[in-house]
């Protein structure tokens, strides 16, 4: 029974791993935790310097090992080209990590079509398509029933609370177009679980609530002791420990036989959002 054992059930020691959006904030915090535990990581974003410092950390925990690749996943052309960069440096895939994402705010009655809707979905949504589309070959390969090839998506709680208007969006202003985009990520997720199951890969995603990150940097220098005291039960924001913890759980052994789920990590703060969603000037 040493299958039990946590060594075992919990182990990610050589798998390979593709973290978008992996130079900063989630994405570095989920790489942080696969490089400790013996992966070797692969992160991308769209800023080399960023990149570079990051990597430069991450393999400073020991265990693995990091390395960067410069992409733009906001246009297929994109996705294209860091699949095309990956699969020159490896053979296959065991994790791959979707986090790429942004957010808008602006006022409801004045949303940008393109920056608002167009870029938001296309970061957000479209990219996790394609990217898996591109790489589903790679996920596939030895993969097995009892150690699957494993696809993270990073959503959010906005995606099952609804308020676009709130303390992180700004005095007047809603994030509309960031709620349903991280909505059809949850929704995308099962429909790729659905697909990729008979291929022996899960596909599950994570749903966080408040981190620290550069999505959050605004709104929590403007909120500040507000989003503690009045939204979080826990008291607190979220930790990498807390956001590496779930990662680890999808992509080892333990979770072979779970797929299709959507996992919220908040500290419990979706429940005190209704609560104080009338606070908020409109």
């Known amino acids: 029974m040493s299958t039990l054992a946590a060594s075992s059930l919990f182990d990610v020691k050589g798998k390979i791993v593709l973290v978008t959006g992996g130079g900063s904030g989630l994405g570095r915090m989920i790489a942080a935790g696969f490089v400790k535990n013996g992966a070797t990581v692969y992160i991308a974003a769209r800023k080399e310097p960023q990149l570079k410092d990051a990597v430069q950390d991450l393999n400073k925990l020991g265990g693995g090992k990091a390395y960067y690749i410069v992409a733009n996943v906001g246009s297929k052309a994109g996705c294209d080209a860091l699949i095309a960069e990956f699969k020159k440096r490896e053979s296959n895939l065991h994790v791959l990590v979707n986090n790429s994402g942004v957010t808008w705010g602006a006022p409801y009655h004045d949303f940008p079509e393109e920056k608002g809707w167009d870029y938001v979905f296309a970061v957000n949504v479209r990219s996790i398509f394609y990217s898996m589309a591109a790489l589903t070959d790679y996920l596939t390969k030895g993969a097995t029933s009892h150690d699957p090839g494993c696809i993270i998506n990073i959503s959010s709680v906005a995606s099952v609370v609804p308020h676009s208007e709130n303390l992180l969006s700004g005095a007047g202003k809603g994030t509309w177009s960031y709620q349903p985009s991280k909505a059809a990520v949850n929704h995308l997720t099962?429909?790729?679980?659905?697909?990729?199951?008979?291929?022996?890969?899960?596909?599950?995603?994570?749903?966080?609530?408040?981190?620290?990150?550069k999505m959050t940097a605004f709104g929590l220098k403007a909120a500040g002791e507000k989003v503690l005291a009045k939204e979080q039960p826990t008291g607190r924001l979220g930790t990498t420990e807390d956001m590496a913890g779930v990662a680890l759980f999808f992509a080892s052994p333990a979770s072979a036989h779970v797929?299709?789920?959507?996992?919220?990590?908040?500290?419990?703060?979706?429940?005190?959002?209704?609560?104080?969603a009338g606070q908020v000037k409109l």
């Open 259 to 276: 797929t299709g789920t959507h996992v919220i990590v908040d500290g419990g703060g979706r429940f005190m959002r209704q609560r104080i």
């Open 190 to 213: 099962t429909q790729l679980a659905v697909k990729l199951g008979p291929s022996q890969v899960t596909v599950n995603a994570i749903l966080p609530g408040y981190f620290p990150s």
